[in-house]
């Protein structure tokens, strides 16, 4: 069950028995005799879990990050703080957009339900918005007819493994962040790994990489770690009402492959 449900409804009903203890059961109960259990912890639980769930529905809710897509922006074990409000006010539970607060942004870094399963969450970069002409080429990006300023940064070992990929600087409307591309990877998208979707043909998919058009209330998005990223290459478009928020911090990192105990707070902080 979602968590946001459930926090939903544990807010209701100790809030429901918190109301009924302090506006009826306290004036009707003889003095000295002690609350009803269930009145008692119901009603206890409503200014802890309140606070909490207004928190995290209208402005900050934790991630961690569970795959290397945003590698090296994000590694496996951060645990990330995403700003809700930034894109909007959404109602709890059916995340449908109230007040208009904030678009996406090129360059942000965003979480999303994935369009294809909702009950998974996403995270990748904002990379064209509604109505831009997206090309990824021969791992060249180009938005709207211009390629991307990318600089060379060496070489970048994947945690954890032998991996060794290429660096480099992307500039995307004067913000700057670090991508990586495998030597060894092709360019294209194989045919069987392509997920149809609404506006599949927005997208013209060749040897050489694909070309997409980006829909009305839509996004196109790509993982940093571009040759091991299911994206909007792979799966399509993200539709404005899945949207979640933008992530910005990292507030704490454990990950079982560090020594000694998986703890890296050398991670902490913001990002780009």
């Known amino acids: 069950m979602d968590f946001a449900l459930i926090l939903f409804v544990l807010s209701i ?15 009707s109960r003889p003095k000295g005799t002690p609350d009803p259990w269930w009145v008692e912890y ?12 207004l928190l995290r529905s209208f402005w900050l809710e934790p ?11 994000l590694q496996v074990g951060d645990f990330i703080l995403v700003n809700k409000y930034a894109y909007g006010v959404r109602l709890p539970v ?5 007040i208009e607060v904030g678009q996406p942004q090129r360059g942000d ?18 990379i064209g918005l509604p109505g831009d002409r997206v090309e990824y080429i021969n791992k060249r990006l180009s938005i709207n007819g211009k390629s991307l300023e990318t600089t060379a940064a ?10 060794v990929f290429q ?18 990877a092709q360019a294209f998208i194989p045919e069987q790994l392509i997920v149809p979707h609404e ?10 990489g694909v070309r997409c058009t980006v829909p009305a209330g839509h996004y196109f998005v790509m993982g940093d770690n571009r040759d091991q990223s299911a994206d909007s290459r792979v799966w399509g478009f993200v539709p404005d009402e899945n949207i979640v928020g933008r992530a910005f911090f990292i507030w704490f990192h454990a990950d079982r492959i560090l020594p000694p105990s998986g703890v890296d707070f050398s991670r902490i902080g913001s990002f780009h």
């Open 199 to 208: 506006f599949s043909g927005n997208c013209q998919h060749s040897r050489e």
């Open 154 to 163: 060496g070489d970048y070992l994947i945690p954890g493994s032998f991996d």
């Open 94 to 98: 059916i995340n449908r957009k109230v």
């Open 13 to 27: 009903v100790s809030g429901v028995l918190w109301c009924y203890d302090v506006f009826k059961a306290r004036k």
């Open 42 to 53: 119901g009603a206890s639980f409503f200014p802890v879990i309140l606070p909490i769930f």
């Open 167 to 184: 660096r480099f600087e992307e500039n995307i409307d004067g913000r700057k962040h670090a991508i990586l591309n495998n030597r060894d």
């Open 63 to 73: 991630f961690r990050i569970p795959s290397g897509s945003m590698i090296p922006t």
């Open 109 to 126: 870094v965003m979480v999303f339900r994935y369009p294809h399963d909702i009950r998974q969450d996403y995270i990748k970069r904002v």
